[in-house]
């Protein structure tokens, strides 16, 4: 196993355009995570799956975001009318059903707004 | 709710010194704790965890760190500093049980090693 994989790894976008990452976690892990964090800051919870329910979204993740996890494998975060404070580093993070055993990051994608 | 203190921004040591860098956590009961590496323009690498009864935990790159209920702290420490330590250190917190298990991160602690 490769580990988390995320896609892209940067991402510059024109503000109001709409934006899609991709994150593919560890196999055998039934839990995905996606975490914001902005420069000096550490990583804020965005939301959580537990093999395809989403159930958890944090107060940051307006209605201008959406995620999903369609068959309890990989994620998808959308973005949509994007704008200059959404400028962050974006992480993905698995972890087996008992968290106990850690969670698994991925390298991230850095999305600029221009 | 949890939480994560990381007392100052900023750690700066000499190559050879210890390193000690300090995390105390709010919790009704006794979490999980992590420790985490970030290098610049990368994702987090685990350093090592708090989840059962041995209190002192060791992890890579020769970090420790000991879990002590009675001052709710999970500090971490290396007795000699190299120059590849140099980076962002975020102490993180998780429940032990629940449906929801997300890890809850402190504002991190830059550590810079001189030569």
């Known amino acids: 196993d490769t580990g988390v994989s995320q896609d892209p790894r940067h991402k510059i976008t024109k503000r109001g355009q709409n934006v899609t990452f991709r994150c593919d976690p560890i196999s055998e892990h039934n839990r995905l995570y996606w975490y914001r964090q902005t420069l000096g800051q550490g990583p804020e919870f965005l939301t959580y799956?537990?093999?395809?329910?989403?159930?958890?979204k944090s107060r940051l993740l307006s209605d201008r975001f959406s995620a999903e996890r369609p068959k309890g494998s990989f994620s998808t975060l959308e973005i949509q009318r994007t704008e200059q404070g959404d400028s962050a580093m974006y992480l993905c993070?698995?972890?087996?059903?008992?968290?106990?055993?850690?969670?698994?990051f991925g390298s991230g994608t850095r999305l600029t707004v221009v | 709710a949890q939480s994560v203190t990381q007392l100052g921004s900023h750690v700066s040591v000499s190559e050879g010194a210890l390193v000690l860098l300090r995390c105390n956590y709010s919790s009704s009961v006794p979490p999980y704790l992590f420790w985490y590496v970030q290098y610049p323009n990368q994702g987090l690498q685990l350093l090592l965890k708090?989840?059962?009864?041995?209190?002192l935990v060791k992890g890579i790159n020769g970090f420790e760190a000991e879990f002590k209920k009675s001052e709710t702290s999970f500090h971490l420490t290396k007795p000699s500093a190299h120059m590849s330590d140099a980076a962002e250190y975020f102490c993180a917190v998780s429940p032990r049980s629940g449906a929801n298990s997300k890890l809850t991160f402190g504002k991190g602690i830059t550590l810079s090693v001189r030569p």
């Open positions: 993070a698995s972890s087996s059903q008992q968290g106990e055993s850690g969670y698994t």
């Open positions: 799956f537990q093999n395809e329910a989403q159930l958890e």
């Open positions: 708090y989840t059962s009864a041995a209190t």
